[in-house]
């Protein structure tokens, strides 16, 4: 399994992309403002686009990849997601209104997009024995995070949560967990904002990881433009027993 982490920032500005994480080279998780550095030979080869949840920093990419595919493939692009997420980028991205329907175009019954509802916690078996399941997380949407299972380790990919999920129950369900993506989107003097826009402070996430039984390496990410140094400095207390890292777009991790 190979991870290339295409934006892993909690906004823009030179040098940020939102998320998007480009797994073998054919799957999205995600479709951030990163989807956008793909060229188009690389957009041809996704297949399937798993989204988190229908916030438009997950979800932007996915209109300028569709108009730029329009005519240069001929099979449909795959895009599971819960089935709150679908009906919301259906009403309120592609509505005529904001962005022409590619779940209808060129023709309902050759569209370039195809909805694939998934359920949370029902693993999917895709390429080369890889297993990617959803698990709910708490976010002012419905949303999910993601597990994928290969033979040679497991990686988990929050999306964005908060506390009040039981999320890390589930990742204590996995045989193992090697790398974890998990967010910290504002520095701990933001606390009530985190609360209330279900994000991770560093001492929140600290509190809630107190409670995972696996030891995988950290990649820490969606810091909010502005306040990635006040994150990076309460996090070296606070996750000093921890391998961790602030991840970087263009990094890529194997297993």
Same mark, same amino acid.
């Given at each position: ?20 994480? %480009?797994? $073998?080279?054919?799957?999205?998780? !995600? ?8 060229? *188009? ?25 569709? !108009?730029?595919?329009?005519?240069? &493939? #001929?099979?449909?692009?795959?895009? =599971?997601?819960?089935?709150?997420? *679908?009906?919301?980028?259906?009403? /309120? ?13 060129? =023709? ?21 024995? *890889? ?26 990919? =929050? ?5 009040? =999920? ?7 369900? *996995?045989?193992?967990? $090697?790398?974890?993506? &998990?967010?910290?989107?504002?520095? #701990?003097? #933001? ?7 279900? /994000? ?11 409670? %995972?039984?696996?030891?995988? @390496? ?32 263009? @990094?890529?991790?194997?297993?």
């Amino acid at each position: 399994m190979r991870i290339q982490i295409l934006g892993c920032s909690g906004g823009v500005g030179p040098g940020l992309r939102t998320t998007s994480l %480009l797994i $073998d080279d054919r799957l999205l998780i !995600d479709a951030g403002s990163g989807v956008e550095d793909l060229s *188009l030979a690389q957009m041809r080869r996704i297949e399937r686009i798993f989204l988190t949840h229908s916030h438009l920093d997950h979800i932007c990419g996915l209109a300028f990849m569709a !108009d730029n595919l329009f005519g240069l &493939i #001929d099979r449909p692009i795959r895009i =599971s997601a819960l089935e709150a997420t *679908l009906a919301a980028i259906r009403r /309120h991205l592609f509505n005529w209104v904001i962005w022409p329907d590619f779940f209808q175009l060129p =023709s309902v019954d050759r569209a370039m997009l195809v909805e694939l509802p998934l359920q949370s916690r029902q693993p999917q078996a895709l390429h080369d024995g *890889l297993m990617l399941t959803a698990f709910e997380v708490a976010h002012t949407v419905p949303a999910v995070g993601y597990s994928l299972e290969s033979p040679a380790g497991v990686f988990a990919f =929050s999306g964005d949560t908060g506390a009040g =999920s039981n999320f890390i129950e589930y990742l204590n369900g *996995l045989p193992r967990l $090697d790398l974890l993506m &998990i967010e910290a989107a504002f520095p #701990d003097e #933001d606390s009530e904002l985190g609360e209330a826009s279900r /994000h991770f402070t560093p001492s929140r996430l600290a509190a809630e990881l107190a409670g %995972l039984r696996h030891r995988p @390496e950290l990649l820490l990410t969606h810091h909010k433009p502005g306040s990635e140094l006040r994150i990076e400095q309460q996090c070296r207390q606070l996750f000093a027993g921890w391998r961790y890292r602030h991840l970087r777009r263009g @990094e890529v991790f194997e297993l």
